[in-house]
């Protein structure tokens, strides 16, 4: 039993090692000097080997040594985006069953952040939660004192265009034509765009560790998220993953690119409340600054829809 224990705790201890080397090469930009034949990294405390200086340690990461390592063999490398997302959804698979098996007190913060980083991506492809669920939208615009709602269920089509029945609408005509219809309509083009060129991924995003706090109990790790460029659907702000699932509980941040020369600035929060892992609602909170009528505040409630309906849903122009 001893014997099963020590193999046990030495794999996650291996575990924990590997996964710390590889947040230290994605977040850490900080090499200190070399000193008899080391770098060390400035923020962990790392230590990699000088390439000329033997193999004594792992190789340095590229941005902590500055130096390109030279090739034995021409061979064609592969580029970020199709090397990243295997790396990381192999780490998440093979380090998170040894770490939570063994508990080890070696496992720190860090490390923790980059196995929650690394479910985060392996779940980014599934997208929305829910195909069916229902919709509350209360907008305001406070410069006219006017307000207006929409109650409707939402369902995805087959290619990911969402399909509205609207239950109930009400409140000021210019709230409800000019800021809740130009918001859905919004949707459906922003649904147009490929997935691939707006998700936060390493693909379309740079990432910074931030750190971890405390959120409804559990503990979530923050990320600060700057796109590579400025295109159409992306936002600068903060990304914060659950720890234990990956799943997103908060983003905010505003979009880089502004849809329409009449809006000066769109800023977003959106936080997605968890039970037992699951989403169960996502609050989104949107302020659109215009040069028109002033500021527009959209609060958006999604939840699933429990009782499926039948039949088309009609969209929302013809309402």
């Given at each position: 039993m001893?014997?099963?224990f020590d193999?046990?705790?030495?794999?996650?201890?291996?575990?924990?090692e590997?996964?710390a080397t590889?947040?230290?090469?994605?977040?850490?930009?900080s090499?200190m000097w070399p000193?008899?034949?080391?770098?060390?990294c400035?923020?962990c405390g790392?230590?990699?080997?000088?390439?000329?200086?033997?193999?004594?340690?792992?190789?340095?990461p590229a941005k902590l040594t500055g130096?390109?390592?030279?090739?034995?063999?021409?061979?064609?490398?592969?580029?970020?985006?199709?090397a990243w997302?295997?790396r990381?959804?192999?780490?998440?698979?093979?380090l998170?069953?040894?770490v939570?098996?063994?508990?080890?007190?070696?496992?720190?913060?860090a490390t923790?952040?980059?196995?929650?980083?690394a479910?985060y991506?392996?779940?980014?492809?599934q997208g929305?939660p829910?195909?069916l669920e229902?919709?509350?939208?209360?907008a305001a615009?406070p410069?006219?004192?006017?307000?207006?709602?929409?109650?409707?269920?939402?369902?995805l089509?087959?290619?990911?265009k969402?399909e509205?029945?609207?239950?109930e609408?009400?409140?000021?005509?210019t709230v409800?034509?000019?800021v809740?219809?130009?918001?859905?309509?919004a949707e459906v083009?922003?649904?147009?765009l490929?997935?691939?060129?707006?998700t936060?991924t390493p693909a379309n995003?740079?990432f910074?560790?931030?750190?971890?706090?405390q959120?409804g109990?559990?503990?979530?790790?923050?990320?600060?998220?700057?796109p590579?460029k400025k295109r159409e659907g992306?936002i600068?702000?903060?990304?914060?993953i659950d720890?234990?699932?990956g799943?997103v509980?908060?983003?905010?941040?505003?979009?880089v690119?502004?849809?329409?020369?009449?809006?000066?600035?769109?800023d977003?929060?959106?936080?997605?409340?968890l039970?037992?892992?699951?989403?169960e609602?996502?609050?989104?909170h949107?302020?659109?600054?215009?040069?028109?009528?002033?500021?527009?505040?959209?609060?958006?409630?999604?939840r699933?829809y429990?009782?499926?309906?039948s039949?088309?849903?009609p969209?929302?122009?013809?309402?």
């Open positions: 001893r014997h099963d193999n046990l705790y030495a794999g996650s201890h291996s575990a924990a590997r996964a590889f947040w230290c090469r994605l977040m850490h930009d090499p000193i008899h034949g080391r770098y060390e400035r923020t790392r230590h990699y080997s000088v390439p000329w200086a033997g193999n004594a340690f792992p190789p340095a130096i390109r390592q030279p090739r034995v063999v021409p061979t064609a490398v592969p580029s970020f985006r199709s997302l295997p990381v959804i192999l780490l998440a698979i093979l998170a069953p040894h939570q098996a063994a508990e080890s007190p070696m496992v720190g913060s923790q952040a980059a196995m929650a980083f479910r991506i392996t779940g980014v492809a929305r829910w195909s229902t919709v509350e939208i209360d615009l410069k006219l004192e006017e307000q207006g709602s929409l109650r409707a269920i939402r369902r089509a087959p290619l990911g969402p509205y029945q609207v239950l609408i009400a409140g000021d005509r409800t034509k000019q809740i219809a130009r918001y859905l309509s083009r922003a649904a147009a490929p997935t691939s060129s707006v936060i995003y740079k910074r560790y931030k750190g971890a706090m959120a109990g559990n503990v979530v790790y923050a990320f600060l998220i700057a590579r992306l600068k702000g903060e990304l914060w720890g234990e699932t799943a509980v908060r983003q905010s941040g505003y979009l690119k502004r849809p329409s020369i009449f809006v000066k600035r769109v977003i929060i959106q936080e997605t409340t039970r037992d892992g699951s989403a609602e996502r609050v989104t949107l302020s659109v600054d215009t040069r028109l009528v002033g500021r527009a505040e959209l609060t958006i409630h999604e699933p429990a009782d499926p309906v039949g088309d849903a969209g929302i122009e013809e309402r």
